[in-house]
Each structure stands twice: as structure tokens, then as C-alpha cells.
């Protein structure tokens, strides 16, 4: 069983839409969740992380923690053509030396 | 400008060649990874390094060997490459023990015929 289990899509959404991404993960001992957004050819870049449970926004993002059933979810309100990339989710230890990704969604906007 | 920077960005080359895929940040991080990106298997870790002379292995290190003489530079070496090499590697470097972001080069591309 792979560590975290990411949902590859693609996903298809018109312009203004909400967009909801999700993992799951296996090892209860995660304490850092992170969404890193991949356009083609490029490097992720860091979107958001959050520590242990609850949520966090940052304009038009909201990620969710659920550590009771190991599972991480990121919002995209009024989604626009350029968030159209592929959507990383990424988990760390207390330590920050080891990283564990999820394989990727894939998301189109459509304008 | 914040800058992790890799060579080559494509490289077509044939088994059991040895090669060397450079990697350098001009961030003063103390940490860096390699990572491999195949599909549907998303990013594995290969190695990382919290600081110079300090390396580990990762998740995936079978076939790869690094090593980190300089802060700057985390070089990824594949002494004898075999195809089931082939992927999209992407380096990254970060502050050490920190919830900062890793930056991302943009990947080399091999392809181990």
C-alpha cells in the first residue's frame, strides 16, 4: 500500500467553479500536509501546508486536515484557466527530512 | 533571483554510461533532495542531505549515488544507469528543519535507452 493515494484525475471544471482535491494517507505519524501546484514542465511550487488538523486559507485556497481519518483535502474557489496544472499533495514526518507525495491530480479549467 | 538550477534538462544515453546530473541553489539552504517523477507513482524521494557531508537515503536510492562537498551543490550520479532509470528528476533545497517551501528546479528529463 502506498503511503499516500492521490486521486490522478484529469478533472474537467468550467471557469468559477469550486474545486475540491483530496489524499489520503496511511501513516498516522504525519505532522505536515502540503499542496504544491505543477505546471507542465516546470517544477512544483509550494502552494500551502498546514500542521497537524484543521484548516487554512490563503485567498482563494483552503486546505483541510482530518487526522482522525487521514485525510487532506485542498479548495479552489472561483477557479480560473491558470490554476489549470497538476495538483501535488505532499506529507513530512516531525523532521523534515523525508517528504512523501502523492501522484498527482491533474486539473483543467475551462474557461 | 532564488534560483535552483539543474544540468542537463534533457539527456538521452545509453546503459551502463556513467553520468552526473548537477544540481546548485544560490539560496544558502542547508537542505536538498533529489526526487524522481514517473507517472502514475507521483515524486519519490532518491536521496537528501541536511547539510554538507550529510547525505541519506530516501525511498528509491537502489542505482544512485550523491554527495554534498559544498553547501551550494547536491550532484546526482547513476554509476552503471539501466533503463528502469528513465524518468523526470527534479531537485529541491529548502532551510533545514523548517515548514519553509522546497524550491524546485525545473527536472532533467533521462531517458536510458
Known amino acids: 500500500q502506498k503511503e499516500v493515494e492521490q486521486d490522478p484525475g484529469p478533472l474537467s471544471v468550467p471557469e468559477g467553479a469550486i474545486v475540491s482535491l483530496n489524499c489520503t494517507y496511511s501513516?498516522?505519524?504525519?505532522?505536515?500536509f502540503m499542496w504544491y501546484r505543477q505546471y507542465s514542465r516546470k517544477g512544483p511550487e509550494l502552494l500551502m501546508y498546514?500542521?497537524?488538523?484543521g484548516n487554512k486559507e490563503d485567498g482563494r485556497f483552503t486546505a483541510q486536515v482530518d487526522k482522525s481519518s487521514k485525510y487532506i483535502s485542498l479548495f479552489i474557489r472561483d477557479s480560473q484557466p491558470s490554476d489549470s496544472a497538476t495538483y501535488l499533495c505532499?506529507?513530512?514526518?516531525?523532521?523534515?527530512?523525508?517528504?512523501?507525495f502523492g501522484s498527482g491530480t491533474k486539473l483543467n479549467v475551462k474557461p | 533571483e532564488a534560483q535552483v538550477t539543474q544540468n542537463p534538462r534533457y539527456l538521452i544515453t545509453v546503459t551502463g554510461k556513467k553520468l552526473t546530473v548537477t544540481c546548485s541553489q544560490n539560496?544558502?539552504?542547508?537542505?536538498m533532495s533529489w526526487y524522481r517523477q514517473d507517472p502514475g507513482l507521483g515524486l519519490r524521494q532518491i536521496y537528501y542531505?541536511?547539510?554538507?557531508?550529510?547525505?541519506d537515503k530516501g525511498d528509491v536510492p537502489e542505482g544512485y549515488k550523491v554527495s554534498r562537498k559544498e553547501k551550494r551543490n547536491f550532484p546526482l550520479i547513476l554509476e552503471s544507469p539501466s533503463p528502469n532509470q528513465t524518468s523526470l528528476y527534479f531537485c529541491?533545497?529548502?532551510?533545514?528543519?523548517?515548514?519553509?517551501?522546497?524550491?524546485f528546479g525545473d527536472g532533467t528529463r533521462l531517458s536510458i535507452l
Open positions: 529541491a533545497s529548502s532551510r533545514q528543519y523548517s515548514n519553509q517551501p522546497q524550491h
Open positions: 501513516n498516522s505519524a504525519f505532522q505536515y
Open positions: 498546514t500542521y497537524s488538523s
Open positions: 505532499a506529507m513530512s514526518l516531525n523532521n523534515f527530512n523525508k517528504f512523501y
Open positions: 539560496m544558502n539552504h542547508e537542505y
Open positions: 542531505s541536511m547539510n554538507v557531508e550529510v547525505t
